[in-house]
Nanobody, 116 residues
Framework: QVQLVESGGGLVQPGGSLRLSCAAS????????MAWYRQAPGKERELVAW???????WYGDGMKGRFRISRDNAENTLYLQMNSLKPDDTAVYYC??????????WGQGTQVTVSS
């Protein structure tokens, strides 16, 4: 069974924090580098951060120092801690394999809205 269920989004004021979670099926998560992506209205989906199985991480421009990606390999769960949120961070956030393409299975995502 293929599954990606993102959660934890919501409405937050600028400067606030959110923690996103992604429950993934073993077929997607186990042994794979995982990533968070986001898509803002009218824009292409972009890579936010990724993490390897042992825990090496990478962050997109402007996200290092504000976002922290982590994973629980025992629970097939991916996390994204987001701090110092800005209005430009408003988007639908998705998790998937780092190697995912537009033709891959995608979950429904979780909406993050940063607004005062």
């Amino acid at each position: 069974q293929v599954q990606l269920v993102e959660s934890g989004g919501g409405l937050v004021q600028p400067g606030g924090s959110l923690r996103l979670s992604c429950a993934a099926s073993m077929s997607i998560f186990s042994g794979n580098n995982m990533a968070w992506y986001r898509q803002a209205p009218g824009k292409e989906r972009e890579l936010v951060a990724w993490i390897t199985v042992p825990g090496t991480t990478w962050y997109g421009d402007g996200m290092k120092g504000r976002f922290r990606i982590s994973r629980d390999n025992a629970e097939n769960t991916l996390y994204l801690q987001m701090n110092s949120l800005k209005p430009d961070d408003t988007a639908v956030y998705y998790c998937n394999k780092l190697s995912a393409s537009s033709e891959s299975y995608w979950g429904q995502g979780t909406q993050v809205t940063v607004s005062s």
